[in-house]
């Protein structure tokens, strides 16, 4: 249905495929913020003309181990993942590779880019702007973007995968609440005048609270410049193009790819995948359900959801639907089993 609905806007069914996937993906993985709820705000884009559905990324290598991309204003995900894949056989030549990316829209949640990267064994870093959501530490005003950061290390069972935004939550996740009529949780987010509320329409009129106080508004405000200074796009309250139907996207993504083996002459460390579990057999304080690394709690998630299905809200379903062209029995016999 989500193939059905990007490939009516204008896609071709390849480039609907991969971005259904990363929708489909958060929705698996409890990010509803970044899962089909963008389906409108993707289609939007797309009939708005600020979204080019079959652009064709422009890769340019600055050295051996730079590659810049115009995105060409595609979609984040197509942009993001041929440049990844062009990055990690390049790292394994010459070790480490830095991708900037400009002129591409939303990437979506960052885990998949560097899980995928993970799997086939490389070390992989990724950094993305947003539009200014979250307020300096000691101020009001929406300065700095959510600004998520997220890593990729090679590990057995499965990849160490830290994904995290450097606000309390992202507005997407603030949207849904209020669209769902939920309050948010204390901490999250400030009004208009400055003062904490679990209102969420007031704080979509306000700002998002910087994670961890002034450290993480230290840290979302250094991916900010690091980001806009690698791919020279727009800083702070110039950043448009990831909530909206209407404007260029000119924010900034950077990766690193980077191969272990080249680095230290051996093919893995199997320490790290022992230490993992050490950490998750640390002893539980009373109050705890034992101990959880970075990723542990995502991948239950899909799990599950891939055994039970997605419970997409009612506003969602509906707006895929629609966009889809499909009634809900047309929906399920199409989907015919299949995720997206």
């Not at 539009?131 to 101020?139: C, D, F, R, T, Y």
């Not at 542990?296 to 039970?308: L, Q, T, W």
Request: proline share 6%; hydrophobic share 45%.
């Amino acid at each position: 249905m989500i193939v059905a609905a990007l490939v009516r806007s204008g896609a071709r069914a390849d480039v609907a495929t991969v971005q259904a996937q990363w929708l489909v993906e958060a929705d698996l993985k409890g990010q509803s913020s970044h899962g089909v709820a963008r389906l409108p705000v993707l289609v939007g884009r797309v009939r708005a003309g600020v979204l080019t559905p079959n652009a064709e990324p422009v890769m340019t290598w600055r050295s051996d181990g730079v590659l810049a991309v115009d995105g060409a204003r595609g979609f984040g995900p197509v942009v993001a993942s041929r440049a990844l894949a062009l990055a990690v056989v390049r790292a394994r030549r010459v070790g480490i590779v830095l991708v900037a990316i400009s002129n591409a829209n939303h990437l979506g949640i960052l885990s998949p880019y560097v899980e995928n990267v993970a799997a086939q064994g490389m070390v992989a870093l990724a950094f993305t702007t947003s539009e200014a959501l979250v307020h300096p530490w000691g101020g009001r005003d929406a300065m700095v973007g959510t600004n998520p950061v997220a890593m990729g290390v090679p590990a057995q069972p499965s990849p160490f995968v830290l994904d995290m935004a450097t606000g309390q939550v992202s507005m997407g996740r603030i949207i849904h609440h209020d669209q769902t009529g939920q309050a948010l949780e204390p901490g999250w987010a400030i009004d208009a005048h400055g003062h904490p509320t679990t209102d969420a329409s007031a704080a979509r009129e306000g700002a998002i609270t910087p994670f961890g106080g002034p450290k993480g508004f230290a840290l979302g405000l250094a991916f900010e410049v690091l980001v806009g200074s690698l791919t020279q796009s727009a800083l702070g309250r110039d950043v448009h193009g990831t909530l909206d139907v209407t404007e260029v996207c000119n924010k900034g993504d950077v990766f690193v790819v980077i191969d272990p083996a080249v680095v230290t002459g051996t093919a893995g460390n199997l320490d790290v995948s022992r230490y993992l579990e050490s950490v998750r057999a640390t002893p539980p304080t009373p109050e705890s359900g034992g101990v959880r690394i970075p990723g542990d709690r995502a991948m239950k998630d899909k799990d599950r959801r891939r055994r039970e299905g997605l419970d997409l809200s009612t506003v969602s379903w509906g707006a895929a639907l629609e966009l889809a062209g499909m009634t809900t029995s047309e929906a399920d016999a199409a989907s015919n089993g299949a995720s997206s």
